[in-house]
């Protein structure tokens, strides 16, 4: 009974138990199914809207912003699941060229800190003008993620963001123009463990060690680029020991070899090390026999110099780690040791040192290796197959510019498929070997002065489909270039050979295309066809082209660089030229080119203009001046402009080289050269080659041009006198102002222009004395002064009197050395006025010139008297008279036998 009561009471229980246990699990279920349905809330959309006014969005990013109620669901949000705050602002900018997308622009708005739970912000690759970072992010307090990446930030980085103690990653990569006077605040993030400050100025930051120590949790660290300043940190004991920092990128600063003991004490446990790009000297460390972990060591672009043994014997710690291993661009010495204990390696980096011997054939048991780097050593012996037995792997194979020899035979089939080759500087030729031809999946081909003659082979372009790179340069190849619209083409080398025929269509995705000092000949109405938006570098110079130029320059507008110099092209240059804004430098030399100039104003980034040898015409544009102001070099030489100089060309204060020769240039010489302060500063051009006429020869100058400055004006009909302002250009290396109609005197102060290596102020009308500034010309290795209207004498200077007497001819008043050993009133009173001996001395050459007088006189009475005696003799005495006459006879004879016989000897020379 008690058993049957109670199991009732069980069942009851049991029941009931039941029930409340559905009822949960329906809450339950609800309340899921709900949390799948939870929307955004409203004040936190009400903020994320403000945040939107603030912005200016071009290309409508933000529509659904607009056309959706639940911020929840707009583009870049992420929100809570449980809770429906927004978490995530997600608005960094990817470019998608199928959308044409812009960037976000505006200011960023107070109203995220109505989002309190925002834990994840990113702005990056947007362009918020300049502005300054703004403060109250340093508020937004639940942050973990921020990221302001390369959004055109400026100003200092607000100290409030060493607020934000729960961020565990921060971005402010690449704004350039943020600045910091101290990152103590960094100190302060405990939790950070990603700090990305590249491309930011933190020259002011010479605190950087010491905070950065104090990031216990950081596990990478990336500061290249950032102008870090030169601290000695082999002074800095107290810095703490942080064992979580795996990868640290300090490339591109330049700091100096002290780096390596903060590294030493920085952690252990170092993956990544990018030192590469800095000051360093000496070798490797003894520090980094600790790095067990490491991987990869990128030491390249420093003074590293070292016996490349004992560094390799240093990073022995890591056998069974390293990875990549770079140390090109340094200066190790010494033959390569063994690598095979670098099971793992991957790429091995060193090229341009000082490494010579054979290279050792156990470099081809690095089975792992994909990329070999030798190129720009001093290597010796022979290249064998035995160098690559092992190397399967092997995708990048880089061995130009070292005195091995290469004795690889042509029917080798290599165990590797490259992608790179860089076999430029060694015999190959004369036909492209066919284990070369045999790579079919490259994507790079250098094979510059390789000795290669003939034709390509019929198969070539089919076999290189793919190629991005290909660089035939300074070969002797010949034959025509088919159609290669079809295809990978983006940068296209094959200057200095024998191709001929007309140019043809090239890819569209071309980037850069060299084909000068060639034989291409006929129009370039090929160019209009190409199609290629992408490109900004064409070079056809030194060809046969001829014919005008095309009108179809606006679909280029990405082109920095064009040079059609020394071809036979002929009309009127294209006004579709004003068109490129973005061009640098325009080359369209030794041409028949016609008419007056084109506006250009529009091409503000012109550093180069080389026009000269045509036949252009009318006057120098203003706008030259005006608007082209970042201008390096100016070159109008051998044309037919007219008019003035205008003075705008003064605002040209980049200007290394202005060459106006050979015009009808007429009116005087501006009287504000002084502005030009790259001729009064010690300044740096760009990377240009260009020919110049220097000391009367035309010389193609390169790397060189940095120290170049010139001014070149001659052969003109320029009046009046020369500017005093130009013996302000002390930095002026060249002058030329000859064959015009200058008069007037020489400055005073032109001794000013102490770098003066050459001056022609020839065939002009300049008159008075040569300045005693000039003794101070030092360096001058050409001087051509002749044919002026100068008096005086010459100053005395070692390079003055060093200089040919031609140089000085044509001037009717000039003397002394090296014209004449002496000048009229040499005595008395010197040219320059200072008075020469005592009066004693002057008087001593006063009574000599009075002797002198009398002298010559008595000398004439003795001549006249002797004359008469003799002939009166003759007269009265016929023996004599005789004998005289019969002496002259013989000797006349003597004297025409003598004459008769050199010339014999002359002629038989």
């Known amino acids: 009974m008690f058993y049957s009561i109670m199991s009732g009471r069980s069942v009851h229980s049991v029941l009931v138990g039941l029930v409340c246990l559905a009822l949960a699990s329906a809450i339950c279920c609800s309340s899921v199914g709900s949390s799948n349905n939870i929307m955004c809330l409203e004040s936190e959309r009400h903020a994320l809207l403000q945040f939107k006014q603030g912005l200016v969005d071009e290309s409508n990013a933000l529509a659904s912003w607009k056309s959706e109620k639940d911020c929840c669901k707009w583009r870049g949000i992420a929100c809570n699941n449980q809770t429906g705050h927004v978490i995530t602002l997600d608005l960094s900018y990817s470019y998608d060229a199928n959308l044409d997308s812009t960037e976000l622009r ?160 920085v952690s252990s446990n170092f993956v990544h090390i990018d030192l590469s790009s800095n000051q360093l000297e000496g070798g490797i460390p003894k520090g980094f026999q600790n790095l067990y972990s490491l991987e990869l060591l990128y030491l390249g672009a420093n003074k590293l110099s070292e016996n490349i043994e004992d560094s390799v014997k240093t990073l022995s710690c890591a056998e069974n780690t ?257 068109n490129l804004q973005g061009i640098a430098i325009l080359r369209l030399h030794d041409n028949n080119f016609s008419g007056e100039l084109p506006s250009l104003e529009n091409c503000t980034r012109l550093l180069m203009v080389d026009l000269g040898n045509n036949n252009l015409s009318g006057k120098i544009p203003p706008w030259i001046g005006q608007n082209l102001t970042n201008l390096v070099i100016l070159g109008l030489r051998s044309n037919e402009f007219n008019g003035i100089i205008p003075f705008s060309l003064c605002s040209l204060a980049a200007i290394h080289v202005l060459d106006l020769s050979h015009n009808n240039i007429s009116g005087g010489l501006p009287h504000c050269f002084n502005n030009i302060t790259s001729l009064a500063n010690d300044t740096t051009a760009s990377d240009f080659i260009v020919e110049l006429v220097w000391k009367g020869i035309e010389i193609e100058f390169g790397e060189n041009l940095d120290s170049m400055r010139s001014i070149d004006i001659s052969s003109n009909y320029l009046i009046g006198e020369i500017p005093p302002s130009i013996a302000s250009m002390t930095e002026l290396i060249s002058l030329n102002l000859s064959t015009n109609k200058l008069t007037g005197k020489l400055p005073e102060d032109f001794g000013n222009m102490k770098m003066l290596e050459s001056l022609d102020l020839s065939r002009n009308r300049i008159s008075g004395k040569i300045p005693t500034s000039f003794a101070s010309l030092n360096f001058l290795s050409v001087l051509d002064l002749s044919h002026n209207n100068l008096s005086g004498r010459i100053p005395s200077g070692t390079q003055l009197q060093g200089f040919n007497a031609s140089q000085y001819m044509g001037n009717l008043g000039l003397c002394g050395p090296p014209l004449t050993q002496s000048c009229p009133g040499d005595g008395t009173v010197q040219d320059d006025g200072i008075a020469r001996g005592t009066e004693i001395h002057n008087k001593e050459q006063v009574d000599d010139g009075l002797i002198s007088l009398g002298f010559f006189i008595s000398a004439l009475l003795g001549f006249v008297t002797g004359f008469w005696i003799v002939c009166f003799s003759l007269l009265l005495k016929t023996s004599w008279r005789y004998a005289y006459f019969r002496f002259l006879d013989n000797a006349k004879d003597w004297i025409y036998v003598k004459s008769k016989a050199k010339v014999r000897r002359t002629l038989q020379r």
């Open 106 to 265: 505006g200011e960023i708005s107070h109203s995220l800190l109505e989002l309190p739970y925002l834990n994840y912000l990113d702005l990056s690759y947007n362009d918020f003008g300049g502005m300054i970072i703004p403060k109250f992010i340093g508020s937004v307090s639940q942050l973990k993620e921020l990221k302001l990446a390369d959004a055109n930030f400026s100003g200092p980085v607000p100290p409030q963001l060493g607020n934000l103690s729960n961020l565990h990653t921060l971005d402010l990569s690449r704004n350039t123009f943020v600045s910091f006077e101290n990152i103590e605040w960094l100190s302060h993030l405990s939790s950070l463990r990603y700090l990305n400050m590249s491309h930011l100025d933190l020259f002011e930051a010479v605190n950087w060690p010491q905070s950065l120590s104090k990031l216990t949790s950081l596990t990478e660290l990336r500061l290249s680029w950032c102008n870090l300043p030169d601290v000695n940190l082999r002074s800095l004991s107290f810095i703490n020991s942080s064992t979580s920092l795996q990868l640290l990128d300090l490339s591109r600063n330049s700091l100096n070899s002290s780096i390596f003991y903060w590294i030493a004490n």
């Open 322 to 578: 390293l990875d990549t291993l770079d140390l090109g661009f340094n200066q190790f010495w010494g033959s390569l040791p063994d690598f095979t204990r670098f099971s793992n390696l991957r790429e091995l980096i060193l090229l341009r040192n000082q490494l010579n011997g054979s290279v050792p054939e156990s470099v081809g048991q690095l089975s792992s290796l994909e990329h070999l780097y030798l190129s720009w050593n001093s290597f010796t012996g022979v290249i064998t197959e035995s160098h690559f037995l092992n190397l399967s792997r092997l995708q990048a194979l880089l061995l130009s510019s070292n005195c091995f020899s290469i004795n690889l035979s042509s029917d080798w089939n290599p165990p590797f498929q490259l992608t790179y080759l860089h076999m430029s500087f060694h015999k190959l030729g004369p036909a492209i070997p066919k284990w070369i031809l045999r790579q079919t999946n490259l994507r790079v081909l250098f094979l510059s002065n390789a000795s290669l003659s003939g034709s390509l082979p019929n198969k070539f372009w089919d076999l290189f489909s793919g190629l991005d790179y290909l660089d035939l340069s300074m070969n002797q190849i010949h034959g025509k270039l088919p159609n290669l619209s079809s295809t990978s083409l983006g940068h296209v080398n094959l200057s200095s050979n024998l191709f001929s025929g007309a140019l043809p269509t090239f890819s569209p995705m071309l980037i850069r295309l060299y084909l000068s000092n060639n034989s291409f000949s006929g129009p370039l109405s090929s160019l209009c066809a190409m199609q290629a938006p992408n490109l900004e570098y064409l070079d056809l110079s030194k060809n046969l082209l001829s014919g005008e130029l095309p009108n179809c320059w606006m679909q280029f507008q990405e082109l920095e660089m064009l040079n059609l110099g020394k071809n036979k092209l002929s009309g009127k240059i294209p006004s579709s030229l004003g």
